[in-house]
Nanobody, 125 residues
Framework: VQLQAFGGGPVQAGGSLRLSCAAS????????MGWFRQAPGKEREFVAA????????SYADSVKGRFTISKDTTKNTVYLQMNSLTPEDTARYYC???????????????????WGQGTQVTVSS
């Protein structure tokens, strides 16, 4: 499965961005797709995840109420709408996918088999 993420860029604090991640595999609809981010000098952290076959979602506490993950299964694409951005959201954002994750594992980056190349989000104050 190949994942292609795009939509990052520079934005001012309080602004919004929407990231997209397209999966190449036709069986992607069965997968969990997640967003992770990594800032310089920090570990990769979970942002949000969604089960493509139903409506289940999960969010990190730091983004709840500000970020929304959604999907378009006809396009095998997942979106991350990011609102009320702060400089603390600055990071490289990666999308990931896996076909065999239980919900309790969604936040664990090591559990995902497939990763996109990442897209940089830079929030200025």
């Amino acid at each position: 499965v190949q994942l292609q993420a795009f939509g990052g860029g520079p934005v001012q604090a309080g602004g919004s961005l929407r990231l997209s991640c397209a999966a190449s595999d036709r069986t992607a609809w069965r997968m969990v797709m997640g967003w992770f981010r990594q800032a310089p000098g920090k570990e990769r952290e979970f942002v949000a995840a969604i089960q493509l076959s139903d409506r289940a979602t999960s969010y990190a506490d730091s983004v709840k109420g500000r970020f929304t993950i959604s999907k378009d299964t006809t396009k095998n694409t997942v979106y991350l709408q990011m609102n009320s951005l702060t400089p603390e959201d600055t990071a490289r954002y990666y999308c990931a996918a896996d076909g065999h994750l239980i919900r309790s594992s969604w936040a664990q980056s090591a559990q995902y088999d497939y990763w996109g190349q990442g897209t940089q989000v830079t929030v200025s104050s």
